[in-house]
């Protein structure tokens, strides 16, 4: 479909070469010209770009969170019977290994050619760090905060909710930035299965010679990836005060 | 499932392993290029970052590397360079068409855990063991060869393996461009709706990354740069420092990765 509309400003831009004046120039994403950066390409291009860049989100987000999800109760698991351990973190970083573009076409027999396929994907990855930062974060809690709060008569709910959990925040959140700086970048392989965000725009970019549009999905892939991770940081800011103030102390 | 039974059937068919393209002249293809790039990578990178370490300066950019590098997807700096004139997508010998953008991709992906690695390797040498070093009277390059080096070791070398792993895996990539590789068998396999063969070819690029990443444990093992904690005996100062910096409320260092080896290993 990008095909039509590339050939249709080509033939503008070769009018424009033959008789010069009469027509309007030749755009700068035409295929005679092909600038690297073409305002007009993001005026013209705007709907396909601002719903790749959604898409780009959404599967990324749901990626993260889906990972998230499935990595606190594995983490608790973990640490609950420590046989397990070696043994998660061994898959989980045999996970790491399978290359994305082996991945996804290994669970499409499961899911089809679908975001899902990209969604569950990504999220595999994301438990890699995330399992791991969730059991290093919760063993950095001092054993006598532990202790304190058993002897006032913590359950071990409430102990894990409003002790464990905050004092292993920031190292959680350290993997989740982590964790969804590389998902960004990763959903762009989801382009083989067709369901790659910015992905789509950076293949279909190559098959056509269209360098604004690669140049475009580039950057706004980093851009995302780097409000995200601000985005998260201000999130961890927030969800740990006392962080700032020890900080401020020190 | 029928489908994996058909997977199987497409991988173990001779067939499909002979020819131009045929599974071994690409996986050949693209481990010379995982290797090709490794080094590139290697050449550049770790004479910078041990240097730095040595100095004990740069740190802030030795770390952040990792960060940027992960933010940049590696698809994105592919098809960027194929379509950058100089660079372009003109065979480049046995690294196929599109060689050239594809080493240059992948030593700029392989670059940040093998900088990031060394340097805090180096950097996290006990501060009394230099100084035992200068009290013993050596020179700055003796107390960087016989000291620094050889306690940075394993650290350094796990960075090496898992550039090398990842370099490996990202190279399937390149066919996203028409390029190089084993990632061909994937996308072509797609492309025709012949799930077997696209699923055969992840298989295959799964077994080798898994080889890999046996072999060059092994290596390490037979070198005897493993990790020192795992030989007992040994503080795990080198790990405590690194958890320490993994989780500084900053930007993360390669912490994630790095760690992870050193978590699995220890285990």
């Known amino acids: 479909m990008f095909g039509n509309v590339h050939a249709v400003t080509l033939l503008a831009g070769a ?42 989100l959404l599967i990324t987000v749901s990626a993260v ?4 999800v499935l990595a606190i109760p594995l983490a608790l698991l973990a640490r609950r019977f420590a046989r397990l351990e070696p043994a998660l973190l061994g898959v989980a970083t045999g996970l790491y290994t399978i290359p994305s573009l082996a991945l996804f076409p290994l669970i499409v027999p499961f899911t089809g050619l679908s975001r899902t396929t990209v969604v569950v994907g990504l999220a595999l990855y994301s438990l890699t760090i995330l399992v791991r930062n969730t059991l290093e974060g919760l063993r950095g809690v001092p054993p006598d905060v532990v202790e304190s709060a058993t002897g006032l008569g913590y359950s071990r709910t409430r102990l894990f909710l409003r002790i464990e959990l905050p004092l292993a925040l920031p190292v959680i959140m350290a993997g989740l930035r982590i964790a969804t700086v590389s998902t960004v970048a990763l959903t762009t392989v989801g382009a083989v299965v067709a369901y790659g965000g910015l992905g789509n725009l950076l293949k279909n970019g190559v098959q056509e010679d269209f360098r604004a549009q690669v140049l475009a999905a580039s950057v706004l892939c980093v851009l995302i990836a780097i409000v995200l991770d601000l985005m998260l940081l201000a999130v961890q800011r927030l969800m740990t005060p006392w962080a700032r103030s020890a900080r401020a102390a020190a | ?71 940049v997807p590696t698809f994105a700096v592919l098809a960027l360079l194929v379509m950058w004139e100089p660079v372009g997508n003109d065979n480049l010998g046995p690294y196929g068409r599109a060689g050239l953008a594809t080493l240059l991709a992948l030593a700029v ?26 009290g013993m009277g050596m020179t700055s390059w003796q107390k ?18 898992l550039a090398l792993v990842q370099i490996w895996a990202t190279a399937t990539i390149a066919a996203l461009v028409a390029g190089p590789g084993l990632g061909n068998v994937i996308t072509r396999g797609f492309a025709n709706d012949d799930y077997p063969q696209g699923l055969g070819g992840a298989v295959v690029v799964a077994a080798v990354a ?28 080198t790990e405590g420092g690194q958890d320490a910096r993994t989780t500084d409320g900053g930007f993360g260092p390669a912490g994630g990765d790095v760690a992870g080896h050193g978590v699995v290993r220890g285990g």
């Open chain 1, 15 to 56: 009018s424009a070469v033959i008789e010069p004046g009469a027509a309007p120039r030749p755009s700068c994403y035409s295929r005679i010209v092909n600038e690297w950066v073409c305002k007009d390409y993001f005026v013209d291009r705007q709907d396909e770009l601002v719903a790749a860049t959604k898409e780009h």
């Open chain 1, 65 to 68: 969170l889906l990972g998230l």
């Open chain 2, 1 to 71: 499932m029928n489908t994996f039974a058909d997977t199987w059937a497409w991988v173990t068919d001779p067939a499909n392993w002979r020819g131009e393209e045929g599974l071994w002249h690409l996986m050949l293809q693209q481990l010379l290029l995982t290797f090709t790039a490794l080094g590139i990578a290697l050449a550049i990178g770790l004479p910078i970052a041990l240097w730095l370490g040595h100095l004990g300066r740069g740190g802030f950019l030795a770390i952040n590397i990792s960060n940027v590098g992960r933010a």
């Open chain 2, 109 to 134: 992906f392989g670059l940040p855990p093998i900088v990031t690695n060394a340097y805090v390797a180096v950097d996290e040498v006990a501060p009394d063991v230099r100084e035992a070093a200068d």
């Open chain 2, 144 to 161: 960087f060869g016989r000291v620094e080096l050889p306690l940075a070791a394993p650290l350094l070398f796990a960075g090496v393996r």
């Open chain 2, 210 to 237: 898994l080889v890999l990443e046996v072999v060059s444990a092994i290596v390490q093992r037979a070198l005897g740069t493993s990790r020192p904690d795992t030989r007992g005996g040994k503080p795990r100062d």
